[in-house]
């Protein structure tokens, strides 16, 4: 049986993507002169999967490894990755990357559909995210080369205004003035993740 929350979700989906401007929301400022993708950018997708638990609705983040060729190292996203040849789709991808990355098996997601697609240029990646759900809290299996932590984020964290917070962010020897983050138990969510989760919110029948 579906869940009321998950029927609202639908429904609101159907009405319509917010878009770009609560992508922005919650962009550092130079992003909003890179938002389109170059057609040299490299496909992938993502997967932003909902699941209930102890009666409150989560999502599922990654923190990912320590990678100094990574640009996203130690970073807060998605579960997903880049389109590989045997993907039959974007959405084949991300259920295809969750599944390598945090073990979760593709046939246990529902997908609702597509959110608002994100260039992020630091690493070229053009990013279809995908919203989805699970009728059971996950049996995770980490891929310990790429994911140090699975989060699993009530969402009313990231509603919660107290947890819309601003800071100096270092990154590859640079500081980003005054950066739009989610504050989740003490962990910085910015960048592409929070942008899409910015999205999100906009939609959650909260």
Not at 74 to 96: K, T
């Amino acid at each position: 049986m579906t869940d009321t929350f998950i029927e609202r979700l639908i429904e609101r989906h159907a009405q319509g993507l917010p878009g770009r401007p609560f992508q922005l929301k919650k962009a550092v400022l130079a992003r909003y002169k890179t938002m389109d993708a170059p057609p040299t950018a490299r496909q992938s997708a993502v997967l932003i999967l909902l699941f209930r638990k102890t009666n409150e609705w989560h999502v599922v983040l990654t923190e990912r490894v320590g990678n100094p060729n990574d640009p996203h190292s130690n970073q807060i996203s998605f579960p997903g990755g880049s389109l590989e040849a045997a993907d039959a789709s974007l959405e084949a991808c991300a259920l295809r990357e969750t599944h390598e990355e945090v073990g979760i098996s593709p046939e246990k997601v529902k997908i609702i559909g597509k959110m608002t697609d994100l260039y992020i240029p630091v690493s070229n990646f053009f990013v279809q995210p995908y919203l989805g759900w699970t009728s059971e809290p996950p049996q995770y299996q980490r891929q310990p080369t790429e994911v140090k932590n699975i989060l699993e984020v009530p969402l009313s964290i990231l509603a919660n205004i107290d947890n819309h917070k601003f800071a100096d962010i270092q990154v590859r020897g640079m500081t980003l003035p005054n950066v739009p983050y989610f504050d989740v138990n003490g962990k910085i969510v910015w960048g592409a993740t929070a942008m899409m989760l910015s999205e999100l919110l906009e939609i959650l029948p909260l």
